[in-house]
């Protein structure tokens, strides 16, 4: 379903709500995109008090990251979290499992995300759209995997994600969660806002050729788009 927000301050409140209650799951398990989307959604749920008493249960697992660019680094997926949320949470390392873009062997690495999923499904996910459609690292086009994988970044992505560095850093492959793992989890929440991707937006849901990515998250009763009304803009009247 699609849920029209007036703004962006709405969206986060809605989602930071969502949050602290799927916390209450037995085993929660959350999947968490980086990015500039839902930095307001954590700051919300961070800043809640309720929340921390609770969030020793919480496990944290890997949505995506930088092929060869280290946690440490600013702009990095995991850094971008960890400032955003992790650290005022104060997240016990031991509770986040997340992908070393600098490991020796990627495929490997794929591989240990995996298992750690199958250990501990993912209970709570919340994803971001880049500009071109795409979900986690999963590009346009990309098959609907049940798996993490290596993949080779879009132009696009490359571009818009020197956002994320305070010096141009070369980007070329990503390692990202399968768009099947994702639709997987028990509940979805796919975060877009900012006038910015009002043409995207448009795209995913009104050009059913275009093949994108977030495209592949429509129509389950599980996974809702939370949108504001400027990244709305063009699909309002429908
Ligand atoms: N790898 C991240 C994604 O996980 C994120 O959801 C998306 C949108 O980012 P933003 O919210 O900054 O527009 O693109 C980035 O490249």
Redesign the pocket.
């Known amino acids: 379903m699609i849920k029209i927000f007036a703004t962006e301050e709405e969206v986060a409140d809605a989602i930071a709500r969502e949050m602290k209650e799927h916390l209450s799951h037995e085993h929660p398990v959350f999947c968490l995109?980086?990015?500039?989307?839902?930095q307001k959604s954590y700051l919300k749920f961070a800043g809640d008090a309720e929340i921390h008493a609770r969030i020793q249960q919480l496990k944290i697992v890997s949505?995506?990251e930088?092929a060869g660019i280290s946690r440490e680094s600013e702009g990095s997926?995991y850094q971008m979290l960890n400032q955003d949320l992790f650290s005022l949470v104060h997240l016990d390392p031991r509770q986040i499992e997340f992908f070393d873009g600098t490991a020796p062997d990627l495929e490997q690495e794929c591989l240990r995300i995996d298992r750690f999923i199958d250990r501990h499904p993912i209970t709570f996910s919340l994803?971001?759209?880049?500009?071109n459609g795409?979900?986690?690292?999963n590009e346009p086009g990309c098959p609907m995997l049940d798996h993490s994988s290596v993949v080779d970044l879009s132009e696009t992505?490359k571009t818009?994600?020197q956002?994320?560095f305070r010096q141009p850093t070369a980007l070329d492959r990503?390692i990202?969660l399968g768009l099947s793992q994702v639709a997987d989890s028990k509940r979805v929440i796919v975060?877009v806002t900012?006038e910015r991707?009002a043409g995207i937006v448009k795209e995913i849901f009104t050009n059913s050729e275009a093949k994108l990515p977030a495209q592949e998250l429509l129509g389950y009763e599980h996974i809702d788009f939370f949108l504001d009304s400027e990244a709305a803009k063009y699909i309002k009247q429908r």
């Open positions: 995109a980086s990015g500039s989307t839902p949505l995506d930088w997926c994803m971001g759209v880049g500009m795409h979900i986690g690292l992505t818009v994600a956002k994320y990503g990202t975060a900012g991707k």
